[in-house]
């Protein structure tokens, strides 16, 4: 490869990690912002709740779409559009003056978000050679935490005092990141993969691309079910943990701070427990570590990691909170107050420590998730099979983010603010266990899936290479 052409290649690489991480900072601006925005639209925080949680389906219903139409044709325009719609969703958003507009404008960014994570995934997919899978695919899933981290640290610091600024200034994020879409290379379907570089070599092409009738076959792949499982129950866990903010308002309020601060000590909270999420490129390096030795390791690793997490998540959620600030405090005291308290309060710290212990647990999950969908399935099948397993993601996301703000509602007359909020955050990690248990029927079953996929590979390659030309 030429240096322009690995110049050109890494700034692609680039350009698609950021928008993954630009799409979850738009999911992570609003939930630190529910009582802000519920105020000034005159409904309560739980109907901003829903807004989120019906998002969330409505993404995956679209990314289907999006995936199917990328895998049939060529990726970079899906991508584009996508981002425009969201980017549009995302303005209006912020120029919304009542709930219904509020609505239909995040619905609206939430189809465009649709494409970046299908059509993206399948892109990327597509330069990650397999044994290295599991480290790139964790970049790629650090990028959207980091996302989600930013966008929840955003939205509360800049949108404290004007909930419509962070959205305004994502809208400008979003067409810049479009502009750089324009200059990305194009990624050729399978050029990753060791059973088609002889193809690629010989100058040919692999020009397998989805049909309808790869649809049964998509859905009765055994390991793809398990991962469709394993999804739907994570999700209910992980979609819980968007109230994390409001947990530590509450316990904020509960000390005596008033309710922009405590905004911002939620958001500060909840931000620094994220942080252990940055040790997913280990869970990706682990993964592939034991997939070289072990078929199924990537599910193995992924399975432990998920239901070693649990009693950690249930003591987080109960540790009391103790903050040396003024309780009008503002955004700087705020700041300081919080990331002092990690090596002046006790408490604070041994949360924070509890926080990435079992943050970086479950973030075995993503990279090992990530890369399985991509072992098991041909390259053009990816994009449509991330969205359909995503789609199974985002019911059970809805299904944790909604009903975790009802349950905390119908506890507060027994259990009084914070406590609610920290019974129902504890009660929707239970979801994890199911979703262990599905990663490890996935370690037994991808082993055959993999070698089949493979095996597919090599015949294809074999049928399409060029013969050499006679002299």
Request: charged residues 10%.
């Amino acid at each position: 490869m030429t240096t322009v052409g690995t110049v050109r290649r890494t700034y692609s690489v680039v350009v698609f990690i950021v928008l993954a991480s630009l799409d979850n900072v738009a999911i992570g601006l609003v939930p630190p912002l529910y009582s802000k925005i519920a105020g000034e639209l005159e409904v309560s925080a739980a109907a901003i709740g829903l807004v989120t949680a019906v998002s969330f389906p409505v993404s995956a219903i679209a990314a289907v779409a999006w995936a199917y139409a990328g895998d049939r044709t060529q990726r970079k325009p899906m991508l584009m559009i996508g981002t425009l719609v969201w980017g549009s969703g995302t303005l209006l958003t912020g120029l919304s003056d009542n709930y219904a507009e509020f609505f239909a404008a995040q619905m609206l960014a939430a189809v465009g978000l649709g494409a970046v994570g299908s059509v993206g995934f399948s892109v990327v997919s597509d330069l990650i050679a397999p044994r290295r899978r599991g480290l790139v695919m964790s970049l790629w899933g650090l990028s959207q935490g980091i996302g989600t981290l930013v966008g929840g640290l955003v939205g509360g610091l800049l949108g404290a005092a004007d909930w419509r600024l962070p959205f305004f200034v994502l809208t400008a994020l979003g067409f810049a990141a479009t502009l750089a879409y324009w200059f990305t290379a194009s990624i050729r379907r399978g050029q990753a993969e060791p059973e088609l570089a002889g193809l690629y070599a010989a100058g040919g092409e692999y020009d397998h691309r989805l049909s309808r009738a790869d649809l049964p076959g998509i859905a009765g792949r055994r390991t793809n079910v398990w991962l469709v499982l394993q999804g739907f129950f994570a999700q209910f866990a992980f979609g819980s943990l968007l109230w994390v903010p409001v947990l530590y308002q509450e316990k904020a309020i509960q000390i005596g701070f008033a309710e922009k601060p405590a905004i911002q000590i939620g958001t500060m909270f909840a931000t620094l427990f994220q942080l252990g999420g940055v040790l997913s490129i280990v869970g990706g390096l682990v993964g592939d570590r034991v997939q070289r030795r072990n078929p199924g390791g990537r599910a193995l690793v992924a399975a432990v990691g998920v239901l070693a997490a649990v009693p950690f998540y249930f003591v987080l959620f109960f540790m009391p909170l103790h903050l040396d600030a003024s309780r009008d405090a503002g955004t700087g005291e705020v700041v300081g107050a919080v990331l002092s308290s990690v090596v002046t309060e006790p408490t604070v710290g041994l949360s924070l420590l509890v926080a990435t212990i079992g943050l970086a647990l479950t973030s075995t999950n993503a990279p090992n998730w990530f890369a399985l969908v991509s072992d098991v399935n041909p390259p053009e099948h990816r994009g449509t099979v991330y969205s359909m397993v995503n789609l199974a993601n985002a019911a059970g996301r809805a299904g944790g983010n909604l009903p975790t703000g009802y349950l905390a509602r119908a506890l507060a007359g027994p259990f009084p603010p914070p406590v609610n909020y920290a019974i129902a955050l504890a009660t929707f990690q239970l979801f994890f266990i199911p979703a262990g248990i599905a990663f490890l029927f996935a370690s037994r079953t991808s082993p055959r899936d993999i070698e089949t996929v493979r095996t597919m590979l090599r015949e294809r390659a074999e049928e399409s290479t060029p013969a050499p030309a006679q002299s």
